[in-house]
Structure formats: structure tokens, C-alpha cells
């Protein structure tokens, strides 16, 4: 069938909603296709790519030299000492703003560069749009800081050594913690990664309420219990495999289950996608207001 | 002949505000296939008007369709659209192929389908040489023309041009108005806006001109011409004996004025009935064995009714 003609007049109810999912996936496909293409040029990237490859590089540079610190050899240290580099560090700063950049550009970048209406005169569902630019930027996240966490954890054990290597990470609970940490960056790049498509939506300056979104996750320890849980940091610590002290002023919760965590954050996502899509249903272009 | 709702594009009393700003008021208008030009100074409504035509506005009130689908259906809709925009910007770092290649896979087409349509786009603007580079890299003319292969490649039924012959060289410009009136020829509905008014004359079948927000007169523009009863039509003759076609003339109590022209070679001649005056004009290059070399209209085209409904104060 060519996209010419819209559906042949003889197809039934069940091959046309055949045909459209897969009209809908490939279109989700080349939306995905032109937005990396996109970025991958686009200058607005290179501060995402900064922040993630950052730490690989610095740890990159300490695992090339001798390490002397018995404490750095023992690897339940070093286990404690990623778990505060990834949840002081990874999670609250480079995830966290690389999403800002890679998310809220999505839809308010286009605007910016006056180029949102080339999608728009497309036969594309509105819904099917945000869908295949979310997906694209989930990636490209993915791979950025999902492969960051993963380079960073083997480069934190490098030099500790062949054979703690051998012992702690591959034999050891470290591979299961490596996992644990990939799948939270993995997590943490679906929640955030929803939150500001949806900001990049409904604000012209999505730097505000992503300060305010920050400000909230980081003040989160000292809140109430049930504020706490009204935050994706607190699921995405709850899921991590090594606790970091929480300091003196901190309010104590209950790490909550992975069997609600998980679930809670696509509930999240979903439910902030599905208001992304119910915005963009009633969004116009103009530019010169924007 | 009679359109039927499925070929027409319709505006039925359609209104659109920028919050307290008037972009187009109570807009009624059914669009036959053909080239319709939107004519009217800066700030008439005309890209509001095209951006409703196109689903990129929804409009205050009031409905649009386009060959009967209505605009909140973008999925069946844009089937039909393509849309040329004022808008001189591209998406970063593609070439003038990926720029249409890309978008058409975005609209569904298989690979093979996008590549054969994307070269029979460029092939159609001239710009296969040109499309290996990058669209940042392109002169004015050049990112114009792309953009309008880029409108042309789905091969809509409906084709919206705004100011499309911007920054065009004149040869250019020749070949872009050729394939406007092949495509117009061919049934698609081609509207056109356009401030570049002797051209929009040359290739309108019809034109729809906008002030302030509101419709002002619309259709063939010769029957509007022929409807502005306040303004009589002026029509040149250029004959060997103009004066004894003015002696004649002045009998007539329609020809409002008479002015010689400086060469002594011809006149114009103000009437508010042409037909009586085509008629006795008849009767004195018969009677009196007057040598005609030219009898033209000399207001009944777009600048003219622009100038008379407008004004120069819209220009």
C-alpha cells in the first residue's frame, strides 16, 4: 500500500488496525531516526554528551594511575564510594540534567528553531509524535548515561586489581550491583526523561521549573515521609543496591519495594506522557509569540 | 459546474484571535480547485488564513475543511496539505535530500517509495545538484525552492503557498509559476499569497482579497472588477483617430471621462457600462473605417482592485 492512499477500501477491521500499528511504528521508527540525526549535530547536545562522559574520563585518568590506598582495594569500600559518586553525582546532577537538555528540547527546541510545523503538516497522530520523540530521546539517554553508569562502576573496580576484579565483580555481588545501577540510570532517564518533554511543552523557559523540580529532589531527604514519596528520586534511591549515608538532618524513610518502585515511575511516566499528549492535541504554531 | 464538498476547501464563519489581536474575522469562503491568490497588505491575515487552511491554528470559532476532512483530523488531514511556509528555517545538519527523504518516511512511505518521491520532488525544482549538500549552505532562492519540493513530495491535492516566489531569480521565478499553472491545470487546489501583485494577476484563476482581518471581495477577479459599480472601468483604445472616437464616446451617458493620450495615438475612456461602449466602439471602427490597433481594460486586474478596495495606505 503506498502512503498516497490512505487504506485499500476492501481491508477489514482487524488488518486495518494492523495496518495502522504499523503505520504508527514506522512512523515512530523515522521520527526517531531524524531526531538523532538531529542531535547528533545539534549544539545543544554538547553539554549532555560533557556531562555524561565527564566522570568517564575523569575515572578514566585515576584508573590509569597507581593506586596505593589499601581502602580503595577493599571493595566494600569502593562499593560505598560508587554509591555516593552515583546518587550524589550521576543521578541528582548528570542524569538529571541531561534530561533537562535532552527532553525539554524536544518539543521546545523545535519551536525555538521554527521547525515544529515540518512534523505537524505530517499525517502523523499527534499522540504517535510525542511517543516517537520520547522514545528517541529515551536512546539517546540510555546510551549516554546508561553506558556513563556502566563505564564509570568497571572503572571505580579497574584498579583495584585483576584478580578483586575477578573475585568481587564477576564472581561477587558487584555484577548484580553494576545491573542494579544501569537499570536505576535506565529508570531514571524514563521518569525525568517524561517529566521535562512535558515541561519543554507547556513552558517557553524550561530552565525554571526545571530548577524547581530540582530544588524539590533535592531537598527531598529532609521532608516528611509521605512528601518524600512524591518524587522520583526517592524510588530511584529506594532501588539502589548500595546505601549512602544520609547525613544528620536527614528525615529516615523506608526504602520502598522494587515491586512498587518500578511499577510507580512508568505509572508516572505514562501518566505524564498522556498529558503531554493531551497538550500537543492543542498546540499551534506561533512562533513569533513563542 | 457545481464543486462538490469533497473538492472544495470551505470556511464557514470562521474567526481567529491571538488573545485580544483580530487574525481573520468571519471568514466564509468555498475554494474550487485551480490557483486562488490571497492578496492584502501586511498584517491582512493571509498566513493565518493558510496557517487555519493547513490545521497549524485551530480557529476561535467556525469550521474549515479541506476536500471535506475537517483540520482536528491531522492523521487524514495533512494527507492532502502540503504546505510551503514563510518560515526560512530548516531542522539542523540535513541535506536537501534527507531534509524531504526524512519527513517523508515520518509521513509512513516504505523506503523505496521515499527515495522515488524525493528525487521526483528535486527533479521538479531543479535542485538534484544541489542536494547532496547541506540545506544551511543554500542561497535564498535555493532554501525556497527546497522547501517547496519539500510541500510538492507527498503530491498533495492541496498545495499552500505562502509568498512563494521570494527571493527567486526571475528565471527561477518563470519556472516556479510554470509548474504553479501545470499543477493548477491538473485539479490541485494551488492558493497562493503573494505581494508581487502583476504575477498573482498572470496566473490566478481567482483571487480572495483580505484587509484587516476580514474578506474583502473574492472570486474571478474580472467579476469583481466588474462589481465595483463606484469605480468605472477604465479601457484603453489605441486607434489612428482617437478624437473622433472621443466625440462619439461623449454621447454616451456611462462614459463618465475621456482623456486623450499625449502620442495621439490612442484614449482612455471611463464608463460605467462597457458592454454599451464595446458595442458602439463596434459601430465606430465600422461606420467610420477606424483602424484599432488595441482595446484593453486598463483596471480590471489584481493591482487595480487592490488599489481601489485596499488602498494605498494596505500596500
Request: aromatic residues 8%; glycine residues 8%.
Amino acid at each position: 500500500m503506498s502512503v498516497l492512499e490512505k487504506y485499500p477500501e476492501s481491508a477489514d477491521e482487524e488488518s486495518m488496525t494492523n495496518l495502522e500499528w504499523n503505520l504508527w511504528l514506522r512512523q515512530i521508527v523515522a521520527i526517531g531516526r531524524l531526531e538523532i540525526r538531529k542531535a547528533l549535530r545539534g549544539r545543544r547536545m554538547i553539554g549532555v554528551y560533557f556531562l555524561a562522559l565527564a566522570p568517564v574520563f575523569l575515572l578514566s585518568v585515576r584508573a590509569m594511575r597507581p593506586l596505593h590506598s589499601s581502602e580503595l582495594n577493599n571493595p566494600g569500600m569502593v562499593s560505598i564510594i560508587y554509591a555516593g559518586l552515583f546518587q550524589l553525582f550521576m543521578l541528582r546532577f548528570a542524569i538529571f540534567f541531561g534530561c533537562v537538555g535532552i527532553f525539554s528540547n524536544l518539543f521546545r527546541g523545535e519551536v525555538l528553531e521554527k521547525t515544529l510545523h515540518y512534523y505537524l503538516l505530517t499525517p502523523v497522530r499527534r499522540e504517535v509524535l510525542v511517543v516517537g520523540k520520547y522514545l528517541s530521546g529515551l536512546a539517546a539517554a540510555i546510551l549516554l548515561f546508561g553506558g556513563s553508569t556502566l563505564a564509570t562502576f568497571i572503572l571505580l573496580y579497574l584498579p583495584s586489581g585483576s584478580q578483586v576484579f575477578q573475585d568481587y565483580v564477576v564472581r561477587g555481588p558487584g555484577l548484580r550491583q553494576m545491573g542494579a545501577y544501569v537499570g536505576v540510570s535506565v529508570l531514571a532517564c524514563i521518569g525525568y526523561g517524561a517529566v521535562f518533554l512535558l515541561i519543554g511543552l507547556f513552558f517557553r523557559n524550561p530552565m525554571v521549573p526545571a530548577a524547581i523540580v530540582l530544588g524539590w529532589e533535592s531537598i527531598n531527604f529532609l521532608l516528611p515521609p509521605l512528601l518524600q514519596k512524591i518524587s522520583v528520586i526517592h524510588y530511584l534511591q529506594s532501588l539502589c543496591p548500595v546505601a549512602i549515608p544520609a547525613g544528620p538532618f536527614a528525615v529516615l524513610v523506608e526504602p520502598t519495594s522494587a515491586w512498587i518502585s518500578v511499577p510507580g515511575v512508568l505509572l508516572m511516566t505514562t501518566a505524564v506522557l498522556f498529558l503531554a499528549t493531551i497538550k500537543i492535541q492543542r498546540l499551534e504554531i506561533t512562533y513569533s509569540t513563542d | 459546474m457545481s464543486n462538490t464538498h469533497q473538492e472544495l476547501i470551505t470556511f464557514d464563519n470562521v474567526s481567529k484571535f491571538y488573545g485580544e489581536v483580530l487574525g481573520v474575522n468571519r471568514v466564509s469562503l468555498s475554494i474550487t480547485p485551480g490557483i486562488t491568490s490571497l492578496v492584502g497588505p501586511n498584517g491582512a491575515g493571509k498566513t493565518t488564513l493558510m496557517n487555519l487552511m493547513t490545521g497549524l491554528l485551530k480557529p476561535t470559532q467556525g469550521t474549515i475543511t479541506v476536500l471535506g476532512v475537517p483540520a482536528e483530523r491531522p492523521e487524514d488531514f495533512c494527507r492532502n496539505v502540503g504546505y510551503c511556509s514563510q518560515f526560512d528555517s530548516f531542522p539542523k545538519g540535513l541535506t536537501g535530500y534527507d531534509f524531504i527523504y526524512f519527513y517523508l518516511r515520518v509521513r509512513g512511505c516504505l523506503d523505496g517509495e521515499a527515495r522515488q518521491l524525493t528525487l521526483k520532488a528535486l527533479e521538479g525544482v531543479n535542485m538534484m545538484d544541489a542536494a547532496s549538500r547541506r540545506v544551511a549552505g543554500y542561497s535564498k532562492g535555493m532554501r525556497q525552492r527546497i522547501k517547496l519540493a519539500q510541500a510538492l513530495s507527498h503530491q498533495p491535492s492541496v498545495l499552500v503557498l505562502d509568498e512563494p516566489l521570494n527571493g527567486l531569480d526571475p528565471m527561477a521565478r518563470a519556472e516556479v509559476i510554470d509548474l504553479f499553472q501545470k499543477l493548477g491545470r491538473q485539479g490541485l487546489h494551488v492558493i497562493i499569497s503573494s505581494h508581487i501583485l502583476h504575477e498573482v494577476d498572470r496566473i490566478s484563476d481567482r483571487v480572495v482579497l483580505l484587509s484587516n482581518g476580514y474578506v474583502v471581495a473574492e472570486g474571478d477577479i474580472h467579476d469583481v472588477r466588474g462589481e465595483m459599480e463606484e469605480h468605472p472601468l477604465q479601457i484603453l483604445v489605441r486607434c489612428d483617430r482617437p478624437s473622433q472616437v472621443a466625440s462619439r464616446v461623449f454621447q454616451l451617458d456611462h462614459v463618465v471621462e475621456v482623456k486623450l493620450q499625449a502620442d495621439g495615438r490612442g484614449l482612455l475612456v471611463k464608463t460605467r457600462n462597457p458592454d454599451q461602449f464595446y458595442l458602439l466602439l463596434n459601430r465606430v471602427v465600422v461606420e467610420d473605417n477606424l483602424s484599432v490597433e488595441a482595446v484593453t481594460p486598463a483596471d480590471d486586474d489584481v493591482n487595480s482592485v487592490y488599489q481601489y478596495l485596499i488602498g494605498k495606505n494596505g500596500a
